[in-house]
């Protein structure tokens, strides 16, 4: 069975088509082999309609929706260089370039980008052996041609974003656009205090497992009031963030949707000092408390790289 299913997902590779397919299993077993961005897996299901399954074969159309978390661990990864790590997330593009089928935009906290003095950094891609396991790629991708940055940082707060092309075969997921929270949702209080958020992200340089997939951390919008923007560009998240974190996606899941509400910058901490007859310590205690830039924010930042 293994070498059917295999020989399928090269077909649909090959084929371009993406998304859930339904496959009817024996004994009225069901499964769906997810085909997104070129991975498989196999995960059961209630038995679809044969005919719903042919126009899945036939189309690639989504025929059950994914995990939103997993979705959101997807399209998270970290970028690094010799010194410094950060996290990034990958958003796709207001209006998709068919030429272009695998360009993306990726985000981050600026000083993330600033801090790296390369021409290019490592972004730490995933792809999926024959056997279903998931393998770390390292890929090079470019941050500067010359002294020209090509990314672009929004004019007054700590955010950056880049236009990436994705080299085949790695699999990753990126938030839709229209998934990343606007002002609406602030003046609709979808987004406000209290609400639970998660966090995919790298702290001090940890990878959850081999293949460099993130740790998912959980957390709740902890300030209040968070409008008007103008004057509230920044929110508190409960958690503990560590370095390394900077540039990872505060989601929440609204309707088994994911929405990026905000992205990490730093955190707040206790700074202490004890003055000795002959040495002086300073003792920094992290309090818990996370600062992220709103999301409305990032579209600002998106718009700024369109008109590049």
């Not at 371009?16 to 085909?35: E, F």
């Not at 609400?195 to 997939?213: F, H, M, Q, S, V």
């Amino acid at each position: 069975m293994i070498w059917i299913l295999t020989g399928l997902v090269g077909l649909m590779r090959r084929m371009g088509l993406m998304g859930p397919i339904g496959l009817v299993g024996p004994r009225g077993r069901g499964s769906v082999i997810k085909l997104r961005q070129g991975s498989l897996r196999l995960v059961p299901v209630r038995i679809l309609p044969m005919g719903l399954v042919l126009v899945g074969l036939l189309v690639g159309g989504q025929v059950c929706s994914a995990d939103p978390l997993e979705d959101l661990l997807e399209a998270t990864f970290r970028i690094a260089d010799r010194e410094h790590s950060g996290t990034c997330f990958l958003i796709s593009l207001k209006t998709p370039d068919p030429e272009h089928p695998r360009r993306v935009i990726l985000a981050t906290a600026a000083h993330v980008l600033e801090q790296m003095v390369e021409h290019q950094c490592e972004l730490v891609l995933r792809t999926q052996a024959l056997d279903l396991t998931f393998v770390r790629k390292p890929t090079m991708i470019p941050l500067r041609e010359g002294d020209k940055r090509l990314w672009v940082r929004h004019p007054t707060i700590d955010l950056a974003t880049l236009v990436v092309d994705l080299p085949e075969g790695v699999i990753f997921k990126s938030i839709p656009f229209d998934q990343v929270a606007d002002e609406n949702r602030l003046n609709d209080r979808t987004v406000r205090v209290g609400r639970e958020t998660w966090i995919p992200c790298y702290p001090a340089k940890l990878e959850a497992n081999d293949a460099g997939w993130a740790v998912l951390r959980k957390g709740s919008i902890a300030s209040h009031p968070l409008i008007p923007l103008k004057s509230t560009p920044t929110m508190l998240v409960d958690y503990r963030a560590f370095g390394g974190d900077s540039g990872a996606p505060v989601a929440m899941i609204v309707n088994d949707r994911v929405f990026v509400v905000g992205i990490v910058l730093g955190m707040h901490r206790q700074t202490d000092r004890a003055v000795l007859p002959f040495e002086e310590i300073t003792i920094h205690t992290p309090l818990g408390l996370a600062i992220a830039a709103q999301a409305p924010l990032l579209l600002n930042t998106i718009e700024l790289l369109t008109q590049k």
